[in-house]
């Protein structure tokens, strides 16, 4: 009598999303070309950059016509060197968001306006809509603002207003990660767990886990870094990644540059497609 063979077990399908579309050209062209050669499936969009303009919105788009190549999302943005939609949101530092740690300090002493958030970050989805024509696939923020303590409540009741077929992006790692020490991750973690849990109150859906965060000083190695971010990563969970070309605009408005085109290099390069079989994960 033959024995059954067992089926090949199903690859686990997960987010690989490039955030910060719009803030340079550089950075549209690079995840736009990552888009068409099937290498990420998701891309977060700043509106409030000066690089984002309908015509980079309807390149973007263009590229789901034909067939759903990647989910497209809001990447909600309150820290500086960008600028508020609004005229009446506060605090400001020369006419900009708070820098990222002026920010985080503000929230975490509760200095901050629920109103003024919501009104910003309301605009900044209608931003989206009139750009897309759409609400967006689903939300996160830029330097993970979106976790920080008084925002995160605006944030969580604009989407579950505006966009509740909208999944939201919590940035806690899965458990067998939680081992290795790291301070920026352990504060990640700990700001998701109660990110999760607000946003389950709202019914609002998160990925399943997340990573992609690292140290971007000291030129490190991606290629040998991604193989890290998709171990025992579980189904829906989301790996983070920041391609792009450097260009003026990049160099004017963010520190993150050549480290950029490496990793644009690394997702485009014929490593990545072996690199994801062999860890049993596929893009959704």
């Known amino acids: 009598m033959m ?83 609004t005229a009446t949101y506060g605090p400001l530092r020369d006419g900009e968001f708070l820098p990222l740690e002026a920010m985080l300090l503000a929230a975490f002493l509760q200095r901050l306006s629920i109103e003024q958030l919501t009104m910003e970050i309301a605009t900044q989805f209608k931003a989206f809509v009139m750009a897309f024509g759409r609400a967006p696939d689903f939300v996160d923020g830029h330097q993970h603002v979106q976790l920080f303590p008084q925002v995160r409540d605006a944030f969580l009741s604009v989407v579950r207003e505006m966009a509740p077929q909208a999944w939201v992006r919590q940035c806690g790692r899965s458990i067998p990660l939680r081992r290795r020490f790291d301070r920026k991750a352990i504060l990640l973690d700990m700001l998701s767990y109660s990110f999760r849990r607000r946003a389950r109150a709202k019914g609002l859906r998160t ?65 990545l497609p072996p690199t994801l079989a062999a860890y049993g994960v596929a893009l959704s």
């Open 207 to 271: 990925n399943a886990a997340f990573a992609g965060a690292y140290d971007f000083r000291g030129e490190p190695d991606f290629a040998k870094l991604f193989p890290r971010f998709l171990h025992r990563l579980p189904p829906d969970g989301l790996v983070m990644c920041h391609p792009g070309l450097v260009d003026d605009e990049l160099k004017r408005l963010d520190p993150l540059t050549t480290q950029r085109e490496r990793e644009y290099a690394y997702l485009a390069s014929d490593a």
């Open 3 to 85: 024995r059954a063979v067992p089926a090949a077990p199903q690859p686990r399908h997960i987010w690989l999303c490039a955030d910060d579309y719009g803030i340079a050209p550089g950075v549209n062209g690079a995840i736009r070309d990552l888009i068409a050669r099937g290498r990420v499936n998701a891309a977060s969009v700043m509106v409030t950059a000066p690089g984002f303009s309908r015509s980079e919105a309807e390149a973007l788009a263009g590229l789901n016509e034909d067939e759903k190549r990647a989910a497209i999302g809001l990447h909600v943005t309150l820290t500086a060197p960008f600028k508020p939609v």
